[in-house]
């Protein structure tokens, strides 16, 4: 019986001080100390340069990959205040980088919180490095302060000496025993320093890697204007980018838009104080409002709508590509729920739908050809979304043997009717669907096992996508429809799991799915139902009296620390395929949900996602050349095949 202690007392509360509670859990302040976690680092400290440019201080960030690991950020703002703050008795940037959520209470700025993974302050990356150096140029002077060994103070502020500059510089580097891996990726910090810059119009973002010698500059007079033509870059817009911009009642509100023809899916992304939000939220709502009403007021005023009935929100917004990037004082910034990725402002949404509708309803009357046009295009999408809808019913009605039988020789169903729990894995291939067939939870887990390599769908007609098997297949399984008339709420799965070998084929079937649904079922991304499994590619094993004992192993590093875990005598097998691995292997590694690893996919980064799609899988190979060299860097690959060697 576990004896429970009732006489707690002052000793047992573990004072932790300063920054012991982010060493000692630092996933809740990063969410993972995966290599995610680890750029986590750059973004608060990036993102406090970004407020400091925002306020309209400085407009150049630089960043700087340094051959030590380290990263430096430099701004030119008015410098991190350096006086004495009152009740601590210490330097302003010394508690800036020593004292938790100092961020939020403690500065004036609007307090980043979005995905809950933001806005922890400078503190947090100075708590997880070997050292943070932080020099402010300010009042004449060069300022400086220095941090070691988890974010203690080891050289308190000292002038350095005079200079005519002003803003901050920090530099820190990742320490490695919180992070398995300490290596920054390049393309991942371009990736975001590009959207920062796409987000805030005229200012320069500069990268460097003292590592290649490879720079890299970002910078756009038009802002999110010139990030919607990235994203569309491929499509053909039946416009031109339509921009609104206005500051109400203290929010900054930036819109940027465009319909394109042949895309059904609706990409609308949203931003508060340069911070995405991927849940959307009151800004999202307002804009949509007011574009729908902006749409079918025109529509009935110039009698275009024969039908005479309404069109609803997702018929206005098929094939629309749309950027809200909006700025929100502290003192009105609320989030929905604890991950904070929806913004909840509820002023928001009256300012930001009369805006919109006032500036759409202009655009509308001053472009009649567009005009005409988009109500064309979104009759179409009503027309479509009720045959779909007339097709669904009678398919009720009847239950067509057509689609039971494509079903019934390649499904292995679920048991159970809870659609929601229930989970969908595509295999690829036979003896891994046989594997997972007798190794699954029978009740809530399907197996649809793939034959050979899916079709390439990327600039493919939703015809000729649906005359492929194994996408009618995978449709008719999902049961949610497909293209313009995907209903989310239909899908017979809360999960949708992509099981593929770990090896370039299996790699390869992952894309091509990936482009199946980013194009398709773009909503069962969004909605965060699609995910890709992690088959472990190391089992490390003993005997010990009669019994195994085994450690599965993801990648290197774990490889070492199971072979440290299982002892000497141990056994390496390596998994090339998930063919490799019998049933329960398979199960307890990478189905059973108490212990596999799912990687959710999400679009993240909405540049690299239309551009992996458009570019990676596209027809241009021109586009992929050009892509593949800027980005693969091959003597890396090189030293990758000697190593395995
Ligand atoms: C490379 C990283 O962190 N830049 C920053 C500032 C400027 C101010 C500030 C920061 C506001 C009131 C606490 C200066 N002068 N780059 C950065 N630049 N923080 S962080 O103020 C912090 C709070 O006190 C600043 C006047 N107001 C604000």
Request: net charge negative; hydrophobic share 35%.
């Amino acid at each position: 019986m576990k004896e429970f202690k009732d006489n707690y007392n002052a000793s047992d509360i573990d004072i932790l001080d300063g920054l012991d509670p982010v060493r000692k859990r630092p996933a809740m302040y990063i969410g993972s100390t995966n290599v995610r976690g680890l750029h986590h680092l750059v973004w608060e400290i990036v993102d406090n340069a970004v407020d400091e440019a925002i306020n309209g201080y400085g407009n150049s960030i630089t960043v700087i990959i340094h051959k030590d690991g380290s990263v430096s950020v430099q701004d030119e703002g008015r410098g991190i205040p350096v006086d004495i703050h009152e009740n601590s008795k210490k330097p302003a940037v010394e508690v800036l980088f020593t004292v938790l959520h100092s961020g939020g209470k403690f500065n004036s700025k609007a307090y980043r919180t979005s995905g809950g993974l933001h806005g922890v302050g400078a503190s947090v990356t100075n708590a997880l490095s070997v050292y943070c150096d932080v020099t402010i140029f300010k009042n004449g002077l060069i300022n400086h302060i220095r941090f070691e060994n988890g974010g203690k103070l080891v050289v308190p502020l000292e002038v350095l000496g005079k200079t005519k500059k002003h803003g901050t510089l920090v530099r820190f580097k990742p320490d490695p025993t919180i992070f398995p891996t300490v290596v920054f990726n390049f393309d991942t910090i371009a990736g975001k320093l590009q959207e920062k810059a796409f987000l805030l119009k005229g200012v320069h973002f500069l990268l460097k890697d003292e590592r290649t010698g490879i720079e890299k500059e970002f910078f756009y007079e038009r802002g999110i204007s010139e990030y919607l033509e990235s994203l569309n870059v491929n499509k053909t817009p039946l416009s031109d980018v339509i921009y609104f911009e206005s500051t109400i009642d203290e929010f900054n509100i930036e819109v940027a838009f465009q319909y394109c023809l042949n895309d059904y899916n609706e990409s609308i992304y949203s931003y508060a104080n340069n911070i995405r939000t991927p849940d959307g939220g009151t800004h999202e709502t307002g804009f949509k409002t007011a574009i729908t009403k902006a749409v079918n007021d025109y529509a009935e005023e110039h009698n275009l709508l024969r039908s005479k009935t309404k069109l609803e929100g997702s018929d206005v917004r098929e094939g629309l590509t749309a950027i809200i990037s909006v700025q929100v004082p502290e003192k009105y910034l609320e989030y929905e729920g604890q991950t904070k990725t929806k913004l909840g402002t509820p002023a928001i949404y009256n300012v930001i739908s009369n805006f919109v509708y006032s500036q759409m309803s202009y655009y509308l009357t001053e472009n009649k050809e567009f005009a005409v046009n988009l109500v064309k295009k979104c009759v179409d999408a009503q027309n479509a979304r009720n045959a779909a809808r007339k097709a669904k019913e009678e398919a009720r009605g009847t239950k067509t043997k057509k689609i039971d039988f494509v079903l019934s020789d390649k499904l292995t169903p679920a048991q159970s009717k809870d659609y929601e729990k229930n989970e969908l894995f595509i295999v690829e291939g036979e003896s891994a669907g046989g594997s997972a067939r007798k190794g699954r939870d029978r009740m809530h887990q399907a197996i649809l096992p793939l034959r050979g390599k899916p079709l390439n769908t990327d600039s493919v007609t939703l015809e000729k996508m649906k005359s492929n098997q194994e996408f009618s297949t995978i449709i008719n399984t999902i049961g949610a429809g497909v293209g313009q008339n995907f209903d989310i709420d239909d899908a017979k799965y809360g999960k949708v799991i992509i099981m593929t070998d770990a090896d370039d084929d299996g790699a390869h079937i992952q894309t091509l799915l990936l482009t199946f649904f980013y194009h398709f079922m773009r909503p069962l991304i969004t909605n965060g139902k699609l995910f890709v499994a992690c088959p472990p590619l190391y089992r490390v094993s003993k005997e010990v009296n009669h019994k195994l004992i085994y450690k599965y192993a993801w990648d290197n590093i774990q490889l070492e620390q199971a072979k440290k875990e299982i002892g000497a005598g141990y056994h390496v097998s390596r998994f090339k395929g998930l063919g490799e691995m019998n049933e329960e292997q398979l199960w307890e590694s990478t189905m059973d949900p108490k212990t596999r690893q799912l990687t959710k996919v999400a679009i993240e980064d909405p540049l690299l996602a239309e551009q992996n799609v458009s570019i990676l899988m596209g027809k241009d190979s021109s586009q992929r050349r050009k892509w593949v060299e800027e980005h693969v860097d091959f003597n890396e690959i090189d030293t990758f095949i000697e190593e395995v060697k």
